[in-house]
């Protein structure tokens, strides 16, 4: 490491550690551990900064939180895995002894025997670690990708096509009663009658050209192919627009962010 | 047992102690019947409201739901506000006698209803109300099944070309001549979730073509799961390129399953490793734009899928090529060119077909029915309707 980097690393270290100290001092008489509230205020502030440091380039202020975040999360999460999936879902329904060990509510059921199968199915997974045995990890795979398979064939066809499908079931012509009536009443309400049809004309021929685009059997050209155009513009117009709305929700979190580091860590009421 | 409609004074601690008493009448017909096709746990009460309870200037204020368990003491299970008219009791046992009577209350009192006669909720084996919902999977099926069978008999399927997928190659050649990594992500789901089975079936070719070239490959992973898979994906690759001991279980690494310390982690090998291709094809969520704008600045060819509708502008934006929706489910079988595949996908294209036929019948209907208000159009369009709605 260049000697420049590490005076710079002594530095920020410093600073940080004056920002304890004040920010301790600043606690103390309002909250009662002032000092580790000092600390986790700082520490926060650090790994904020240290995190949106890579804007400019990587660097070790980075390397030091992305290892702490991992380091730390995958620590949690195989933590998790084990007291809320083995202790708090399958211990307390197949042994009462090992239940009060973990001093977790045993649940006796007529049907608990059925908690062997992923037992069994996990046991089978761990043999990937047996250099002999390890192809017996792929029946347990084989069992999740068939089920998940089987699962959401369902699931989607019910929520991605057949209430899809209902839905575009929307009438063309809105409260018509003839051709002069729908002239001599034409304006641009969002209740009136020009926009409800236009609307169902777009929800129309906006699902039909966007199926077209995806039909995969049939080249696009022709007719087939200027409906394929259609649909893909379609879809980008709303790409457009959930990408706008979407990075206004990312702006909120940037703001709430930096009223974290003014506000909690800097005192600045701005 | 059968409880006569009364006024019953409330409690003074619940009920405002007003001096003159708001006598109301009670609710009647309090009928319960069985929910049907569920796992015998539930039952519909359904009553006539009180006839003081109006929408302008009701004294009913709220309906109190009682529930008798095998003729003991009838407990308050649910409150419910004016105009109610039925009520779904739910995490009932089959093997319970349940009986239930209406309470309507004013400010200051009471009217209790009859109470029902006991019944026990009822198992049904088929659950009737998704008839149509197989009928539609059963030709779905028996359409990939056919198309399976027709290409397996050596008809050759045709697969309209896609343009991202066109690029794989090119992509990877790329990176063999540049001497650097490709990275594939493969999203931050589980095994569960069919884009993970997308993109690890795409792994498949591409880790072909990466064993064939001998470039390397990098794969780091938010789920155990997946890396598993991942791991005997790309061996199988390696296997049938007639390359085994070039495999190496390092190639694919488990990171996190925390979003974020994922993400972190992939940003920083983006930018120490600068890989010369990046595949981002899977489930991904908040982290979408994070991982391309981070390919992107190292300059990598960044070949990106997702069907999370959410996320695609941003991998429209920052990808080279990126698989729309059910394009990235397409891409296994026009990559692999395999009978199976090919047949599923032209299946799935058969249920396309039936999606644009009926909504060209809905909205023709619909519209025919809107201006001509004919009882034979509208029962026809409410038949359809039926068909492709599905309830529990």
Request: glycine fraction near 8%; proline fraction near 3%.
């Amino acid at each position: 490491m260049k000697r420049t980097t590490l005076i710079l690393m002594a530095l920020v270290v410093i600073f940080f550690a004056l920002s304890w100290i004040f920010k301790a001092m600043a606690f103390k008489g309002v909250e009662e551990h002032y000092i580790l509230q000092g600390f986790l205020v700082t520490l926060a502030a650090f790994l904020t900064l240290s995190i949106m440091s890579f804007l400019y380039k990587d660097n070790p202020f980075y390397k030091f939180a992305e290892h702490l975040f991992v380091g730390i999360s995958a620590a949690f999460w195989m933590s998790m895995g084990f007291w809320s999936t083995i202790v708090g879902n399958l211990f307390p329904r197949l042994s009462e002894g090992m239940s009060n060990f973990f001093k977790v509510h045993y649940i006796p059921g007529d049907y608990n025997f059925f908690f062997y199968v992923p037992v069994i199915l996990g046991i089978l997974l761990l043999m990937r670690l047996s250099r002999n045995y390890g192809w017996i990890s792929r029946w347990s795979l084989a069992f999740i990708v068939g089920t998940t398979a089987g699962l959401n064939f369902i699931r989607y066809l019910r929520s991605d096509f057949i209430n899809q499908v209902s839905s575009t079931f929307v009438p063309l012509l809105v409260d018509w009663q003839g051709i002069g009536h729908f002239f001599s009443s034409l304006n641009l309400s969002a209740s009136g009658q020009f926009i409800m049809m236009l609307a169902n004309w777009v929800i129309f021929l906006g699902v039909m050209c966007g199926i077209i685009y995806f039909f995969f059997s049939k080249e696009h050209t022709g007719l087939f192919g200027r409906a394929s155009r259609v649909g893909i513009w379609i879809l980008m117009i709303t790409f457009g627009a959930s990408f706008g709305y979407t990075v206004m929700g990312r702006i909120s979190l940037l703001v709430g962010r930096i009223t974290f580091l003014f506000r909690d860590w800097l005192g600045l009421n701005i | 047992m059968v409880v006569p409609a009364r006024a019953v004074p409330e409690p003074a601690d619940s009920l405002k102690a007003d001096s003159v008493e708001i006598i109301i009448a009670p609710p009647t017909s309090p009928v319960v019947s069985d929910f049907k096709y569920d796992d015998g746990n539930s039952l519909i009460l359904t009553w006539v409201p009180s006839i003081d309870d109006l929408p302008v200037g009701g004294k009913v204020l709220s309906y109190h739901i009682f529930r008798s368990d095998n003729g003991g003491e009838a407990k308050k299970i649910a409150e419910l506000i004016p105009g109610a008219n039925y009520y779904k009791d739910e995490d009932l046992y089959s093997d319970t006698n349940y009986a239930y009577h209406v309470v309507a209350l004013s400010s200051n009192s009471r009217a209790a209803s009859f109470q029902t006669a006991s019944i026990r909720p009822q198992r049904e084996w088929v659950n009737l109300n998704l008839k149509y919902l197989f009928f539609i999977a059963l030709i779905i099926a028996a359409s990939v099944i056919y198309f399976i069978e027709t290409a397996k008999r050596g008809k050759k399927l045709f697969v309209r070309k896609i343009a991202g997928l066109e690029a794989v190659d090119e992509a990877i050649g790329r990176a063999t001549e540049m001497g650097r990594t490709i990275l594939f992500i493969p999203g931050i789901h589980d095994m569960d979730d069919v884009q993970t089975l997308a993109a690890i079936t795409i792994l498949g070719r591409v880790s072909r073509v990466v064993a064939d070239y001998d470039t390397k490959i990098r794969m780091p992973v938010a789920r155990s799961l997946v890396m598993t898979a991942a791991r005997e994906t790309i061996k199988a690759s390696y296997m049938s390129a007639g390359r085994p001991d070039a495999y190496n279980d390092d190639m694919v690494n488990y990171v996190t399953d925390e979003q974020f310390g994922y993400v972190a982690a992939v940003d920083g090998i983006m930018v120490r490793e600068k890989p010369a291709t990046i595949f981002l094809l899977g489930a991904f969520f908040a982290e979408s734009l994070i991982l391309a704008e981070t390919g992107n600045s190292v300059g990598a060819i960044q070949i990106a899928g997702t069907a999370r509708p959410a996320q695609l502008p941003f991998f429209i934006a920052a990808c080279d090529f990126t698989l729309i929706g059910e394009e990235l489910f397409a891409a296994s079988a026009y990559l692999s060119g395999e009978p199976k595949q090919l047949g599923s996908l032209k299946g799935q294209d058969v249920g396309k077909g039936i999606a644009m036929l009926a909504i060209l019948l809905g909205v023709l209907l619909s519209t025919i029915a809107a201006v001509g208000d004919t009882e034979t159009i509208t029962d026809i369009l409410n038949f359809i309707t039926r068909v492709f709605t599905v309830t529990n």
